[in-house]
Nanobody
Framework: QVQIIESGGGLVQAGGSLRLSCAAS??????????MGWFRQSPGKDREFVGR????????YLSESVKGRFSVSRDKATKTLYLQMNNLKPEDSGVYYC??????????????????WGRGTQVTVSS
């Protein structure tokens, strides 16, 4: 099992940037089989897919709502996943979750494809 912990959230003005990190621990040798994802959830809304990356392949996919502003990357040496968020908007506010899914059946864009979740980190974008 892979455990993951997010960090890096905070308060930022619209147009600003933040970088979230997600540190993996546990059976990290198994990460080659995993897809790592980012989701977010704001009050009263369902958890929303933000982006994903294949740990071994590096294949990335971002939701349309963040494409061109956000990017997903990983550092294999430090077992860390990143979400770089630029040109933030107030509607980007929410709790951001890192997730790990072993060999998901689909594209890794739904929460059901992930078995390990971090506790979340709050991102607040002021207008």
């Amino acid at each position: 099992q892979v455990q993951i912990i997010e960090s890096g959230g905070g308060l930022v003005q619209a147009g600003g940037s933040l970088r979230l990190s997600c540190a993996a621990s546990g059976r990290t040798d198994d990460l080659i089989y995993y897809v790592m994802g980012w989701f977010r959830q704001s009050p009263g809304k369902d958890r929303e897919f933000v982006g994903r990356i294949g740990w071994d392949s590096g294949l990335r996919y971002l939701s349309e709502s963040v494409k061109g502003r956000f990017s997903v990357s990983r550092d294999k040496a430090t077992k860390t996943l990143y979400l770089q968020m630029n040109n933030l908007k107030p509607e980007d506010s929410g709790v951001y979750y890192c997730a790990a899914g072993r060999s998901p059946a689909g594209r890794g864009t739904t929460s059901q494809e992930y078995g390990s979740w971090g506790r979340g980190t709050q991102v607040t974008v002021s207008s």
